[in-house]
């Protein structure tokens, strides 16, 4: 498998401007996970889907913020409108659903997407 | 609610010489455990993991890890420090009642000097 794919890599957008940031999580993984890092604030959770349907959103900034996924196979998280404070690395992660005693609960990141708005 | 602690920003170590990055952490119930390592401009990748077992947990590239439950750590250790070690490396917990996410730590930059 290739892995959780995001694209893109590196987007440098301007204020107020849309952002749609991609995911594909691995092959048959039931949960997707969206981060932000940042230097100040470290990794954190944003929301994350089981089977296609998100559980829980409470790390989302703002209504500004919202993330989709229409199929098992893909994920977006958008910003709308884009704020300087946005600006950070995302990262998209997946994971199998937990088998006994979690021997398979473990995530796999995908490379990220520096996002800069200025 | 579960927590992750790793008290130093930064380790430096020299080349050939042992390494541990510390970890602590709470949470209810029985912990599982994890650390992440980040190259530069990467993704977090996983090193190793604790479930349940044997305390002492080996790795990837010769990582290994101490659970201890008595003084709630999870400290990740190399008997040789490697310059090519040199990342920023990430502990994570989560409980093991019901599906709960994982809980990172800020991260701990490791240095290792030639």
């Known amino acids: 498998d290739a892995g959780v794919i995001q694209s893109p890599r590196h987007e440098v957008t301007e204020m107020g401007q849309e952002v749609t940031l991609r995911c594909k999580p691995i092959?048959?993984?039931?949960?997707l996970f969206w981060y932000r890092q940042t230097m100040m604030r470290g990794l954190e959770l944003l929301i994350y889907?089981?089977?296609?349907?998100?559980?829980?959103d409470s790390g989302m900034p703002e209504d500004r913020f919202s993330a989709k996924m229409p199929n098992a196979s893909f994920s977006t998280l958008k910003i709308q409108p884009s704020e300087p404070r946005d600006s950070a690395v995302y990262f998209c992660?997946?994971?199998?659903?937990?088998?006994?005693?979690?021997?398979?609960?473990?995530?796999?990141f995908g490379p990220g997407t520096r996002l800069t708005v200025l | 609610a579960q927590s992750v602690a790793q008290p130093e920003d930064q380790v430096n170590v020299a080349e050939g010489n042992p390494l541990t990055v510390k970890c602590t952490y709470s949470?209810?119930?029985?912990?599982?455990l994890f650390w992440y390592v980040q190259y530069p401009n990467r993704g977090l990748q996983f090193l190793l993991k604790?479930?349940?077992?044997?305390?002492l947990v080996k790795g990837s590239y010769g990582f290994e890890a101490e659970f201890n439950k008595s003084q709630t750590s999870f400290h990740l250790k190399k008997p040789s420090a490697l310059v090519s070690d040199s990342a920023l490396y990430f502990c994570?917990?989560?409980?093991?009642?019901?599906?709960?996410?994982?809980?990172f730590g800020k991260g701990t930059m490791l240095l290792v000097s030639p």
């Open positions: 992660a997946s994971n199998e659903l937990p088998g006994l005693a979690g021997l398979t609960d473990t995530q796999y």
């Open positions: 092959s048959g993984h039931d949960y």
């Open positions: 889907f089981n089977n296609n349907v998100p559980i829980d």
């Open positions: 949470v209810s119930g029985n912990p599982y």
């Open positions: 604790y479930i349940t077992g044997d305390n």
């Open positions: 994570a917990v989560k409980g093991n009642s019901g599906y709960s996410t994982l809980t």
